[in-house]
């Protein structure tokens, strides 16, 4: 068993939509929780970071981390082409920071 | 502020042959990474720097890969010999020290014929 696993998509959406990322995770010594949106052919860039359990919103992006359940959430309002991209999941414990990333999801929103 | 810059961009090689890739953190970024990402996969960490010394290189495979950061800044990741399974996106990453935001350069794309 992986120690992140995330929804494998990919997930085609119309401008507008509400789009919801997941990932699962089985190690209970994760603490900080993260979002990385991946552009084709470009490195991870940090959209969101959370710490231990709660929901964190910055405009138009939610993160849940819910660690008794041991799942996370992404949450993107009013979906617009520019979101066109890889989301990565990725987690650490809080005594290292070493990521253990999830496999990603790939979103298209359409115009 | 530069971002991390990575080069080559794209790297051809065939099995056994060796390849080096180089990064240049951001200015003043302590904490440099060494991730492998194969194509449907999330990155993997490969070797953790600290200024000039080596934090975590765990899940290196140290028979073929090597890495340094001499004078605490550039880095070079080397394979040698390459495999098949060795085809990946080789990104480089770095930070503050004890800040939890790492940048990520474009990467390498490597693919071993």
């Known amino acids: 068993q992986k120690e992140v696993e995330q929804d494998p998509g990919p997930l085609s959406v119309p401008e507008g939509a509400i789009v919801s990322l997941n990932c699962t995770y089985s190690?209970?010594?994760?603490?900080?929780f993260m979002w990385y949106r991946q552009y084709s052919r470009k490195g991870p860039e940090l959209l969101m970071y959370?710490?231990?359990?709660g929901n964190k919103e910055d405009g138009r992006f939610t993160a849940q981390v819910d660690k008794s359940s041991k799942y996370i959430s992404l949450f993107i309002r009013d979906s617009q082409p520019s979101d066109s991209a890889t989301y990565l999941c990725?987690?650490?414990?809080?005594?290292?920071?070493?990521?253990?990333f999830g496999a990603g999801t790939t979103v298209t929103v359409r115009a | 502020e530069a971002g991390v810059a990575q080069s080559p961009r794209y790297k051809i090689i065939e099995k056994r042959q060796s390849v080096a890739f180089w990064c240049n953190p951001i200015?003043?970024?302590?904490?440099l990474y060494w991730y492998q990402q194969i194509l449907g996969q999330g990155p993997k960490l490969l070797i953790q720097?600290?200024?000039?010394?080596?934090?975590?290189d765990s899940q290196l495979p140290k028979d073929r890969f090597s890495a340094e950061r001499l004078k605490g800044v550039d880095s070079t990741l080397k394979i040698q010999p390459a495999k098949l399974e060795d085809s990946a996106v080789y990104l480089c990453?770095?930070?503050?020290?004890?800040?939890?935001?790492?940048?990520f350069g474009p990467g390498t794309r490597l693919l071993v014929l």
């Open positions: 200015s003043g970024h302590a904490t």
């Open positions: 190690n209970s010594a994760f603490q900080y």
């Open positions: 720097f600290q200024n000039n010394g080596v934090v975590d």
């Open positions: 959370t710490y231990s359990s």
């Open positions: 990453a770095s930070s503050h020290s004890g800040q939890e935001t790492q940048y």
């Open positions: 990725a987690m650490r414990p809080s005594n290292d920071y070493k990521l253990s």
